[in-house]
């Protein structure tokens, strides 16, 4: 197995959604690519799994329920772990250009290989 495959087998993205469907749909696609995810609704949720174990990307919604949507919440993760890639998805034009300053974003609907160059692009980012 390539390099590459057994770091994607070790690697846990966390993707925060509150639409199950989209969630389930996500976290398939992390998987098909090769790798380990767990999926919350929201920022609350997200907290405990980050206190809870390794986490190598967060891929979030905008767009969240609770106490704080999601680019607030990938600007809180900026600060405290900056080493931590955020990738950040909506539906929404203008949140998405409103975010694209600080975070990449993946345009709502996209495909499993959208999703893979989104995700090397957040963790090369990540290691510059």
Known sequence: MPAQETDRIHSTILVIEDSIPLAN???GMLEELGFSAKA?????????????GAVQLVISDIELPGSMNG?????????????????????NPVRATEAAR???????????WDLNAAIEAALARAKA
């Open 25 to 27: 749909v996500v976290v």
């Open 71 to 91: 680019y607030d919440f990938a600007l809180g993760l900026k600060q405290e772990r900056p080493h931590l890639p955020v990738l950040l998805m909506t539906g």
């Open 102 to 112: 600080d975070f990449l974003v993946l345009a709502k609907p996209f495909g499993i």
């Open 40 to 52: 919350v609704k929201n920022s609350e949720e997200a907290r405990g799994v980050l206190g809870a």
